[in-house]
């Protein structure tokens, strides 16, 4: 350890050297530890950024439940404590199993003939109890022969029967088995040979892979003209959900896009997740009523009006209050909540006044986000400087207020994207058990099928049933408007 010199001993000059010397070094080492603060906060920085990405799951940001592993937040409702009792909700058509007036079959158990203690003979029974069974008949396939039979007039003249329409090979398929497979494959999200066993076991005939994809494949041409009109309808729609998500294709990330309504259901495929999808689709790239999506900027560019998904926000609220314990957060996610409850109950848009109450609690409530979140100075880097994590929600939420609340004022306008993300649902459901798709055109097929059946389901109509009348010739047609 170093002493400190006798000051007594030194010369005025020695002094001064070392009063020169000692204040350079206080010098150097503040200069060090300026460094090491800003090195410390840049390090802090990353920390809370690498944890914030930790801490992201389902609840709190987009991230899909399948990503939550077993580490699965608890639900959370949008509904108020107490406000709907447990179980099926008045009005609800329950399904349960009861008995029917008019069975199918009767089986008659009747005592024994005679008495086990007098031995004397009993007479004929009455009906005191009944049971019903409820079951499906042992299921195989049948095989029908069409046969044209030719005969010769007196005239000399030869006459010959015809085929029905759509049997025209030697042996074919018929349209209940081949609505099976579409139902199971592209419905269920059955993969290929899982339905080629299904059919073996179910009804005594296996299907191979190339069979089923060649069942699909007809499928398809016969339902392109119903999806194309679909598109129109939604299209021209005075509101729209658009969505997409990434499907694989080979190994190869290729982008499902989604563009619905209520009562309508439009998918496509495309390399492109943007704009050279929307030009290629033409049905954003036309739609001129209200588009409700998560924000995303190719969105944003589309010549229409908008409507952002507040379920959106309020997961990522919910990451800044739980994360960040930014106490604005939470105001504003019980602003939000309150004003859809109030939106619900009223059945349709807000009045004047409180629609200006929501607006102006709005502005307020972010006032305070930015007082807490200060904007980082210029890097000199190229592009934007890089902001927080909740200060890039705070000025999407203010410069695009309009559309954050347009439930308010419009009727037709949801609270959130759901419609979208349920449809996108169980496309993953299908990514998740396939792995992907072996073809562009195999994606292609299945948005095509899956944007009828989608629409059909929605509507009511029996999805097997349209599937059999699609394979005959005559596929029904959803309602357009």
């Known amino acids: 350890m170093k002493t400190l010199p006798n000051l007594e001993e030194l010369s005025l000059a020695e002094k001064d050297d070392l009063i020169r010397f000692q204040f350079s070094q206080v010098i150097a080492l503040t200069e060090q530890v300026e460094a090491q603060m ?3 906060g840049i390090l802090t920085a990353k920390v809370a950024e690498l944890e914030g990405r930790l801490a992201l799951n389902s609840s709190n940001s987009s991230k899909p439940p399948s990503m939550d592993g077993f580490n699965k937040p608890k639900p959370k409702s949008l509904r108020l404590k107490g406000q709907n009792s447990t179980g099926g909700q008045k009005g609800h058509k329950g399904s349960t199993l009861k008995k029917v007036e008019c069975p199918d079959h009767i089986e008659n158990h009747t005592p024994p003939s005679h008495c086990d203690i007098c031995n004397h003979a009993i007479p004929d029974g009455v009906v005191v109890e009944s049971r019903q069974v409820f079951d499906i008949p042992a299921i195989r396939h049948v095989v029908t022969e069409h046969r ?3 005969s010769r007039c007196a005239c000399g003249k030869v006459h010959r029967g015809k085929f029905p329409e759509g049997v025209s090979a030697p042996v074919q398929y018929g349209s209940n088995i081949k609505a099976a497979v579409v139902e199971l494959t592209h419905h269920h999200m059955m993969p290929v040979a899982r339905t080629g066993d299904l059919t073996g076991d179910l009804f005594g005939l296996p299907l191979s892979d190339a069979t089923i994809l060649a069942i699909n494949e007809e499928a398809r041409e016969i339902l392109v003209p119903t999806v194309a009109a679909i598109g129109e309808a939604v299209k021209n729609a005075p509101v729209g959900h658009a969505d997409e998500t990434g499907m694989y294709v080979s190994g190869t990330l290729y982008w499902l896009h989604v563009l619905a309504t209520p009562m309508l259901t439009w998918m496509g495929s495309h390399a492109n997740r943007g704009k050279i999808a929307f030009d290629a689709f ?3 790239t036309a739609f001129t009523g209200t588009l409700v999506h998560d924000g995303w900027i190719s969105y944003r560019d589309l010549a229409c009006l908008h409507a952002l998904c507040n379920a959106h926000h309020l997961r990522e609220l919910t990451f800044v209050f739980e994360e960040m314990k930014q106490a604005w957060a939470k105001r504003l996610i019980d602003l939000m909540i ?8 009223v059945g349709g848009p807000l009045a004047a006044d409180r629609i200006a109450y929501y607006r102006s609690a709005h502005v307020e409530i972010l006032s305070e986000g930015a007082a807490v979140n200060p904007r980082a100075p210029p890097s000199g880097k190229r592009g934007k400087t890089k902001q927080s994590k909740a200060l890039n929600l705070h000025d999407r939420l ?3 207020a309009d559309d954050v609340w347009r439930f308010l004022t419009d009727p037709n306008v949801p609270f959130s994207n759901n419609i979208a ?20 055109a195999g994606l292609a097929s299945f948005c095509t099928i899956r944007s009828y059946l989608a629409t059909m389901q929605k509507q009511g109509f029996n999805i097997f049933d349209s599937l059999k009348l699609a394979f005959q010739g005559t596929p029904p047609q959803p309602r357009f408007a």
């Open 38 to 40: 800003l090195q410390i």
């Open 148 to 150: 044209v039979l030719e």
């Open 282 to 284: 033409g049905l954003l």
């Open 338 to 345: 309150q004003a859809h409850q109030e939106v619900a109950l």
């Open 398 to 400: 203010r410069d695009h």
């Open 421 to 440: 993300e349920q449809i996108m649902r169980m496309n993953k459901v299908k990514q998740k058990i396939s792995g992907g798709f072996r073809t562009e």
